[in-house]
């Protein structure tokens, strides 16, 4: 079945960049998603991109896909203390099946 | 404003009690889910609806249950609580004729205590 694996944890200093990895297993996935939870609260789009791109940027954040190795990055620039959540990594390949999120990136940004 | 909205936001319940987890939204979306998310982070589906009438179960076995009687209301039920049902619930809810495919919107949770 499909799985989405991502590192646990990051931790960055203030204004330094964070790059947070992501693998999915199904290459027919359509459109691949990054979604932040701030503590004490619920799971927020931040940026998504699809499958036949390589990047996507906005603003301070830049999507990369590699579709070859099935592996997707998110790079926050000059990330702030504000950044600091999890971001969760998600694949849809249906628009019949629910999403699949990885366990998640637990993000903290020292000042 | 269109929003999706979660009640009790915080409950602390004893062994054996029944209850019921509010997930209501304003957005008309067709397509609704919970989840459970553990301490360590990670999500797990535990059901989803596709539309009125339609529920199914989700990837992590769960002693709950839902219904969707209404487009914008879908409760989860623990008939009786126990303390491995300690955890944060989050519901989320989407549109299938959204031009983005797979975009959830997510309530605040609701943590859940059973002692």
């Known amino acids: 079945g499909e799985d989405v694996e991502q590192s646990l944890f990051l931790s960055v200093r203030e204004g330094d960049s964070s790059v947070i990895n992501c693998t999915y297993t199904?290459?027919?996935?359509?459109?691949l998603y990054w979604y932040k939870q701030e503590p004490g609260a619920g799971l927020q789009l931040l940026t998504y991109?699809?499958?036949?791109?390589d990047m996507k940027q906005d603003q301070r954040l830049t999507v990369l896909l590699n579709k070859k190795d099935k592996h997707l990055s998110l790079r926050i620039a000059d990330t702030q203390t504000g950044d600091s959540a999890i971001y969760f990594c998600?694949?849809?390949?249906?628009?019949?099946?629910?999403?699949?999120f990885g366990k998640g990136t637990r993000l903290s940004v020292i000042a | 404003e269109a929003d999706i909205y979660q009640t009790p936001r915080y409950l602390v319940i004893g062994t054996g009690k029944k209850i019921t987890l509010e997930c209501s939204q304003t957005?008309?979306?067709?397509?609704m889910y919970w989840y459970q998310q553990d301490p360590g982070m990670e999500l797990h589906l535990i059901h989803y609806?596709?539309?009125?009438?339609?529920?199914e179960k989700g990837d992590l076995s769960s002693e709950s249950t839902v219904s969707r009687i209404r487009t914008e209301h879908f409760p989860l039920t623990l008939e009786s609580a126990r303390p491995s049902h300690t955890s944060q619930y989050l519901c989320?809810?989407?549109?299938?004729?959204?031009?983005?495919?797979?975009?959830?919107?997510f309530g605040p949770g609701t943590r859940l205590t059973v002692l």
């Open positions: 989320a809810s989407s549109d299938s004729s959204s031009g983005l495919q797979g975009e959830q919107f």
């Open positions: 199904d290459s027919s996935s359509t459109y």
């Open positions: 991109i699809f499958s036949n791109m």
């Open positions: 998600a694949e849809a390949y249906s628009g019949n099946t629910p999403l699949v």
């Open positions: 957005m008309g979306h067709d397509k």
């Open positions: 609806s596709y539309g009125v009438n339609s529920t």
